[in-house]
T-cell receptor
Framework: EPEVTQTPSHQVTQMGQEVILRCVPISNHLYFYWYRQILGQKVEFLVSFYNNEISEKSEIFDDQFSVERPDGSNFTLKIRSTKLEDSAMYFC????????????FGEGSWLTVV | DAKTTQPNSMESNEEEPVHLPCNHSTISGTDYIHWYRQLPSQGPEYVIHGLTSNVNNRMASLAIAEDRKSSTLILHRATLRDAAVYYCILDSNYQLIWGAGTKLIIKP
């Protein structure tokens, strides 16, 4: 079964450093997402991306965050200057269509900011 | 934001059916009801979703109340591998709004 893959699985970074989390969505999917989950807390929506632009974003997704689809397969989340509170599991997801469609999640990238 | 309310945890015996309830009284007419589950240290896994009618798939059944203000996820025969946190989520304004979920404990 096709799956969403994410790299790295775990990254430790120093506060203030830039981090790029990478994702390869399912190949025929058109909608891409990033979610995050702080340890012990609920999953939170960050951003959705369609047709090479952001379609929705949450309040969490401030100027420190950006997303990009640099080629036909990768979808990246960049955090420009990491803060301690950015430590979380970041999930990439994709779907073929939007409303009412199944969203497939990757296994996550665990980011630890020290 | 459309919100869901679920019990914090539930226990069930192995090989018995499990009914996981969810209240979503603020649901709007176009909000889909999704269920995902998350095993420890894994990404969320799709279980089932629906809009108005009851739905069945190989994993579970989804029973949606006539007024759509509540729904129930039914696992017909729980196994130990079904132990996870189950999230009832409204697909609202093109975002999945997650609650705290129900931790399902399966007793052998």
């Amino acid at each position: 079964e096709p799956e969403v893959t994410q790299t790295p699985s775990h990254q430790v970074t120093q506060m203030g450093q830039e981090v790029i989390l990478r994702c390869v969505p399912i190949s025929n999917h058109l909608y891409f997402y990033w979610y995050r989950q702080i340890l012990g807390q609920k999953v939170e929506f960050l951003v959705s991306f369609y047709n090479n632009e952001i379609s929705e974003k949450s309040e969490i997704f401030d100027d420190q965050f950006s997303v990009e689809r640099p080629d036909g397969s990768n979808f990246t989340l960049k955090i420009r200057s990491t803060k301690l509170e950015d430590s979380a599991m970041y999930f990439c997801a994709s779907s073929f269509d939007r409303l009412g469609n199944t969203i497939y999640f990757g296994e996550g990238s665990w980011l630890t900011v020290v | 934001d459309a919100k869901t309310t679920q019990p914090n945890s539930m226990e069930s015996n192995e090989e018995e059916p499990v009914h996981l309830p969810c209240n979503h009284s603020t649901i709007s007419g176009t909000d889909y009801i999704h269920w995902y589950r998350q095993l420890p240290s894994q990404g969320p896994e799709y279980v089932i979703h629906g809009l108005t009618s009851n739905v069945n798939n190989r994993m579970a059944s989804l029973a949606i109340a006539e007024d759509r203000k509540s729904s129930t996820l039914i696992l017909h025969r729980a196994t130990l591998r079904d132990a996870a946190v189950y999230y009832c989520i409204l697909d609202s304004n093109y975002q999945l709004i997650w609650g705290a979920g129900t931790k399902l404990i399966i007793k052998p």
